[in-house]
């Protein structure tokens, strides 16, 4: 097996935190790629990164409306991914002990999508953001994974966990540095980003508040999702019965024969088996007492 199809293996076998990291390794990979054979031209393909992330200009964002679906499986470079799926893989597999893979995904999703809103509507709202509101981009996942944290600490906020140089340390405090973090961040060079972690941290807690109130907020959109993969996923063999085939009916009368002409049968074949022995029993004998122990 080469490493294409150990990869295609490992993906279609994988939980659907192995899938969205494989996703997003996949799409940074393409990326790269075509980036790099645009530059052998000398083209620039920041036009691309333009298309698939996040635009502030509710303007440009009307003509992009897919866009804050594509910009949370973008990165821009090796550090900005290696971070993040590193940290999605550490508390997506907390999650995963609390919640189901459908939740980790359409938890992945709604956060992203809310932290894309956070981010559009500061920029437009606050005056800070004027000066660069037509040039700025959102990309990459950290929101979605911020909501995973989030929901993570709050399901469980005294769990530990082994950080480096620090020991021991529950989740409440982890998910509290991030947020703060995050707030007092939002003036910084990367404000839009820190924006947009709130947006996820906001998402995260939503969901675990409606959950003890007995609502999944990630229902909906998981069925969405399931209708999408029905339609265009493999399709499962039907068997038709055809209407014109007579149905065999048989009376009480004749399946009282047949069921005392069976247990006659397995009578005369133990018998044979005290008398001579199983290894005298003929291959035809040997299968009716092997159907008849399965059916016991």
């Excluded at 494989?22 to 530059?39: E, R, T």
């Excluded at 437009?124 to 000066?131: E, R």
Aim: hydrophobic content about 50%; charged content about 15%.
């Amino acid at each position: 097996m080469n490493i294409l199809d150990n990869i295609k293996q490992t993906f279609k076998q994988g939980s659907s935190l192995i899938k969205l990291i494989y996703i997003n390794a996949s799409v940074f990979i393409l990326l790269k790629l075509i980036l790099i054979l645009l530059l052998l031209f000398n083209i620039s393909g920041d036009f691309i990164l333009s298309y698939l992330a996040v635009p502030a200009d509710l303007t440009q964002l009307l003509y992009r409306a897919w866009t804050p679906l594509t910009y949370m499986f973008l990165h821009e470079g090796f550090l900005h991914i290696f971070f993040n799926m590193f940290t999605l893989f550490w508390f997506g597999r907390i999650f995963l002990m609390f919640f189901s893979e459908k939740q980790l995904v359409g938890l992945y999703l709604i956060g992203g999508f809310l932290a894309a809103l956070v981010y559009a509507v500061a920029f437009n709202l606050f005056p800070y953001y004027s000066s660069t509101l037509h040039q700025s981009l959102l990309l990459g996942a950290s929101g979605s994974i911020m909501a995973i944290i989030v929901a993570t600490a709050f399901r469980s906020p005294n769990m530990e966990l082994q950080v480096l140089f620090l020991g021991s340390v529950k989740l409440k405090y982890i998910a509290v540095f991030f947020v703060l973090t995050s707030l007092f961040g939002i003036t910084s060079s990367n404000g839009g980003g820190e924006l947009a972690h709130l947006g996820g941290a906001l998402a995260g807690y939503l969901f675990v508040v409606s959950l003890r109130q007995g609502k999944d907020l990630t229902k909906g959109l998981n069925r969405i999702l399931d209708a999408i993969y029905n339609l265009f996923g493999p399709r499962k063999l039907r068997i038709k019965q055809n209407p014109n085939r007579r149905r065999s009916t048989v009376s009480d009368a004749e399946f009282n024969m047949n069921k005392a002409r069976k247990i006659a049968e397995i009578d005369r074949i133990l018998d044979k088996i005290k008398t001579s022995g199983y290894e005298s029993l003929s291959t035809e004998e040997k299968k009716r007492l092997f159907d008849q122990g399965k059916k016991n």
